[in-house]
């Protein structure tokens, strides 16, 4: 079936830059993106999300961008913090948002 | 306000048991999914509920079954365990369980099967 997926496996950023950690989906039909970040041994909490009929949207401190013309999803995270170490996974959905499928994330870590 | 309970947090089994998986969700939400989280993996959509009606299911085998009660908490069974479903089961609410409503996590019952 098809599936998200994550470029990098890991990211390293020193605190104060700006994080950017990329997905790429594979079915054009998708409706509906999430970014959930996870902490060592904590369910998955949510970041951000956007519609498939938006291409930019913001939280505080976070940015999803959606480029459909090349099935990409980014999270952008300014002014990175310790406290943003954790996996991050983007999801989408088609039809129901309560089947969301996920990739395998990107471990973000926080250097000081 | 509470978020999405889970019960148990911990929980060792031995190939052949059964196991239940209970999850209450946050107040108001009647839609509950539930998902397996394999380490080092992302979570994999098992069941929705809504009304106490299964609304979806994922690619799992029939030893899996859930359910949902009047009061919208739910239960993820598990029969005739394998040492491949050692996996953080999470649990998820929303309102509805319709598009675009964001669905918030537990914090996971991590199953060890032996």
């Known amino acids: 079936g098809e599936s998200v997926g994550l470029h990098l496996p890991t990211l390293s950023v020193q605190e104060g830059d700006n994080s950017i950690i990329n997905c790429a989906y594979s079915n054009s039909a998708s409706d509906y993106f999430i970014w959930y970040k996870q902490e060592s041994g904590k369910g998955p909490q949510f970041i951000i999300d956007?519609?498939?009929?938006?291409d930019k949207r913001q939280g505080q401190r976070v940015t999803v961008l959606l480029n459909k013309t090349v099935k990409h999803l980014s999270l952008q995270i300014a002014a990175t913090q310790p406290g943003d170490s954790a996996v991050y996974f983007c999801?989408?959905?088609?039809?129901?948002?309560?089947?969301?499928?996920f990739g395998t994330g990107t471990r973000l870590q926080v250097t000081l | 306000d509470a978020g999405v309970t889970q019960s148990p947090t911990h929980l060792i089994k031995t190939r052949g048991q059964h196991v239940t998986l209970r999850c209450s969700p946050i107040s108001g939400h009647k839609s509950v999914s539930w998902y397996q989280q394999v380490l080092g993996q992302g979570p994999q959509f098992i069941f929705q509920?809504?009304?106490?009606?299964?609304?979806g299911r994922g690619n799992f085998p029939d030893r899996f079954s859930a359910r949902q009660f009047p009061n919208y908490s739910s239960e993820l069974n598990v029969n005739a365990l394998l040492l491949g479903d050692s996996a953080l089961y999470l649990c998820a609410s929303s309102l509805r369980g319709t598009l675009w409503e964001t669905q918030y996590f537990g914090p996971g019952t991590r199953l060890l099967v032996l």
């Open positions: 956007i519609r498939s009929n938006m």
């Open positions: 509920y809504y009304e106490k009606e299964e609304r």
């Open positions: 999801a989408e959905s088609i039809g129901t948002a309560s089947k969301l499928t």
